[in-house]
């Protein structure tokens, strides 16, 4: 019989710490998680099952998935040694910090923002420098600047465009931190397709720099959870040591190689559907009264409303539409969220806000 409590073995720090988690709330219109609401066309569906057909179930999938870290590369521009591949984004976010932090070490972020990186960071027993975004939630480059030259942190996170703010920083002004920082610089750009900018450009002329990139949005593969990782190759190499062996199956492998090979035919004019709806979105909201959504470079927005978010959220969800309750992150207690979604759903979710918010006149 154990005669102590397993638990007390645990980080107290790990302890303190909040899950991250998801509520289980369901809707038959689903636009809370930034997902891509266009399922994979079913011409690469049937690809990618003629494709595992082909290959033996038996035996494991690539050690190194040599083909698509090529074809990854020729996608983004960048080569293939300095490309990995993850299951979700979310493993290479975990697998830098491994790689980076340890007790002593500091990590800055701009809240609010995905709450992974402050979680890992915690977790790894670093310390996490934040700074506020400014009023208008926008990057407040100037306070970020001098937290780095107070606190010299060894990585800072920006995710560009932001998640929940939908906000990106400009090249120049990632230019500037990367040669103001001696840290790395981790630019996550889990949404660059909605904003028709990427930073990988500037790979090149900066080694500290380091890319997050998603099949979970754009590339309408959240359910397969792949992501890759974008890097000096000797950067790449160390952090590569942090991802477990075998770390994509086969199946997100081969899926992912036929959505980066039809993705001008296939996706791309989805992705282009949806930054016509999120204007459309945008203007529509911006006319009902006691609503003011803020604008968005990503395949999201949130919005600021006069009624309390979670009333909000809850008379949505008594209409069949689910959307995501913001309100307890840093500086958006008025504010909610919700991804783009179908024409259809989104006439749905402009219909439902106009009748709640009438009803308050």
């Given at each position: 019989?154990?005669?102590?409590?397993?638990l007390?073995i645990?980080?107290p720090?790990?302890?303190?710490?909040?899950?991250?988690?998801?509520?289980?709330?369901?809707?038959?219109?689903?636009?809370?998680?930034?997902?891509?609401?266009?399922?994979?066309?079913?011409?690469?569906?049937?690809?990618?099952?003629?494709?595992?057909?082909?290959?033996?179930?038996?035996?494991?999938?690539?050690?190194?998935p040599?083909?698509?870290?090529?074809?990854?590369a020729?996608f983004?521009?960048?080569?293939?040694?300095?490309?990995?591949?993850?299951?979700?984004?979310?493993e290479l976010?975990?697998?830098?910090?491994m790689?980076?932090?340890?007790?002593?070490?500091?990590?800055?972020?701009?809240e609010?923002?995905?709450a992974?990186?402050?979680q890992?960071?915690?977790?790894?027993g670093?310390e996490?420098?934040?700074?506020?975004?400014a009023?208008?939630?926008?990057?407040?480059v100037?306070?970020?600047?001098?937290a780095?030259?107070?606190?010299?942190?060894?990585?800072?996170?920006i995710c560009?465009?932001n998640n929940?703010?939908?906000?990106?920083?400009?090249?120049?002004d990632?230019?500037q931190l990367?040669?103001?920082?001696?840290?790395?610089?981790?630019?996550?750009?889990?949404?660059f397709?909605?904003?028709?900018?990427?930073?990988?450009?500037?790979?090149?002329?900066?080694?500290?720099?380091?890319?997050?990139r998603?099949?979970?949005?754009?590339?309408a593969?959240?359910?397969?959870?792949?992501?890759?990782?974008?890097?000096?190759?000797?950067?790449a190499?160390?952090?590569?040591?942090?991802?477990?062996p075998?770390?994509?199956?086969?199946?997100s492998?081969?899926?992912a190689?036929?959505?980066?090979?039809?993705?001008?035919?296939?996706?791309?004019?989805?992705g282009?559907?949806l930054?016509?709806?999120?204007?459309?979105?945008?203007?529509e909201?911006?006319?009902?009264?006691?609503?003011?959504?803020?604008?968005?470079?990503?395949?999201?927005?949130?919005?600021?409303?006069?009624?309390?978010?979670?009333?909000?959220?809850?008379e949505?969800?008594?209409r069949g539409i689910?959307v995501?309750?913001v309100?307890?992150y840093?500086?958006?207690?008025?504010?909610?969220?919700f991804?783009v979604?179908?024409?259809?759903?989104?006439?749905?979710?402009?219909?439902?806000?106009?009748?709640?918010?009438?009803a308050?006149?």
């Open positions: 019989m154990t005669m102590f409590d397993p007390t645990i980080k720090r790990v302890r303190a710490l909040q899950a991250y988690t998801l509520a289980p709330d369901r809707a038959p219109i689903k636009i809370n998680q930034n997902e891509n609401p266009f399922d994979l066309p079913t011409r690469l569906k049937q690809e990618t099952e003629r494709r595992l057909q082909a290959r033996a179930w038996a035996r494991y999938p690539d050690f190194v040599v083909s698509l870290h090529e074809k990854l020729q983004a521009g960048w080569t293939a040694d300095g490309v990995i591949a993850g299951n979700g984004s979310n976010i975990q697998a830098t910090l790689t980076t932090i340890e007790p002593g070490k500091r990590v800055l972020i701009s609010p923002t995905f992974l990186y402050r890992v960071t915690t977790v790894l670093g996490i420098i934040s700074v506020p975004h009023a208008d939630l926008t990057y407040d100037p306070a970020i600047l001098r780095v030259a107070a606190h010299a942190p060894d990585v800072v996170i560009s465009p929940p703010t939908g906000y990106r920083l400009a090249d120049s990632l230019v990367l040669e103001t920082t001696r840290g790395l610089v981790v630019i996550d750009e889990a949404y397709e909605f904003s028709g900018r990427t930073v990988v450009p500037l790979l090149a002329a900066h080694k500290n720099l380091v890319v997050f998603t099949f979970s949005k754009a590339l593969l959240a359910a397969l959870r792949v992501g890759y990782l974008l890097a000096a190759p000797e950067l190499r160390e952090i590569g040591k942090a991802v477990l075998y770390n994509l199956n086969a199946m492998q081969t899926a190689e036929v959505a980066v090979e039809m993705y001008d035919a296939e996706l791309r004019p989805l282009a559907q930054i016509a709806e999120r204007e459309r979105l945008f203007t909201l911006q006319s009902i009264a006691g609503l003011a959504p803020v604008p968005s470079q990503a395949n999201f927005m949130i919005v600021r409303t006069e009624i309390e978010p979670r009333r909000v959220f809850k949505l969800l008594a689910l995501r309750d309100s307890s840093p500086m958006l207690k008025d504010y909610f969220r991804n979604g179908t024409p259809a759903e989104n006439d749905a979710l402009i219909a439902a806000l106009r009748e709640i918010f009438a308050e006149e």
